[in-house]
């Protein structure tokens, strides 16, 4: 079975190679973590003699190219642009998409954090056909994995790494030996979609509740931009707070310090207190009554 992979995840590429014979990895200009993996794919396809190509759109070339590579499937995962059906008709099979998210829910970009900062104790990878729509085709195989209260985002990854390979080597074993596979439509009525977030988007509420600005930190801890707010002109970032406790009424204003420690400091929010252990900012120590904003004070 002849493939093609579209993306920046080489774990991915490395599936579709040792499960198929791989004609080409089409691959565009990404920035920050998808960056570096794209770098650490080029060097997989580089030894392995894959050929590697670069463009900026899915334009008529790219589609002349791949008619030409004649694939019986394309892979799609960790890629930004939409496909159009003249693309999608190519391969005989079609073409999958491997999605970091327990579709129908979390259609769209960021799932990762979305699942975190929404609380979810469990996520999962699936593996679906690719319509002109976002993540809404039919799904062939969803592997699930948990999501425990004390990780973050970039401890989900791994596990998304690994139920992903896990999955496509799977499925691409399925299509050898089956051709066609019979995918089941997804329910519209359970459909949740999610936008990008920018790193704007780590502005932390203090008028939510302790769990909630929990989970939304460590949705966004490091290497994700972070999550933040201002104290004064200086912004700060939070990048870690202890496991809140039972929720409380206390009457201090969401974002007051209410008390410090040599290694951690305690804010008021809605219903209670989250106690900050690892930050950051420039030029200001944190004092008792400090007021932490959610906008830039002048």
Not at 39 to 64: G, P, V
Not at 245 to 265: L, T
């Amino acid at each position: 079975m002849r493939t093609i992979y579209f993306g920046h995840n080489p774990g991915y590429v490395s599936k579709c190679h040792e499960e198929t014979d791989l004609a080409a990895v089409f691959w565009h200009n990404s920035t920050g973590n998808m960056a570096e993996r794209a770098k650490e794919m080029l060097e997989y396809c580089n030894q392995k003699k894959i050929i590697a190509i670069h463009h900026f759109r899915l334009d008529s070339i790219i589609h002349d190219i791949v008619s030409s590579l004649a694939p019986d499937l394309i892979v799609i995962g960790e890629y930004h642009f939409l496909f159009k059906k003249n693309i999608i008709d190519i391969p005989r099979f079609g073409a999958i998409n491997m999605h970091g998210a327990p579709l129908p829910r979390y259609r769209g970009a960021h799932p990762i954090n979305w699942m975190i900062i929404n609380g979810e104790t469990e996520g999962a990878v699936t593996c679906h056909y690719i319509t002109e729509g976002l993540d809404n085709g039919d799904i062939i195989a969803q592997y699930p994995f948990p999501i425990l209260e004390t990780e973050s985002a970039y401890d989900v990854r791994p596990k998304i790494e690994s139920v992903g390979q896990r999955l496509l080597a799977d499925v691409l074993r399925r299509f050898k030996t089956e051709g066609k596979i019979n995918g089941i439509p997804q329910d519209e009525k359970k459909a949740l979609y999610v936008p990008p977030r920018k790193p704007e988007d780590g502005l932390i509420n203090w008028n939510q509740s302790p769990k909630d600005i929990y989970n939304f930190v460590r949705a966004l801890s490091k290497p994700y931009p972070g999550a933040f707010a201002w104290l004064g002109d200086k912004k700060i970032f939070i990048w870690r707070l202890k496991v809140p406790g039972e929720e409380a009424d206390q009457s201090a204003i969401p974002g007051a310090v209410m008390s410090k420690g040599d290694a951690e400091f305690r804010v008021a929010v809605k219903k209670g207190t989250v106690d900050v252990i690892d930050w950051e900012i420039e030029g200001r120590d944190i004092q008792i009554n400090d007021r932490l904003t959610g906008k830039h004070v002048c």
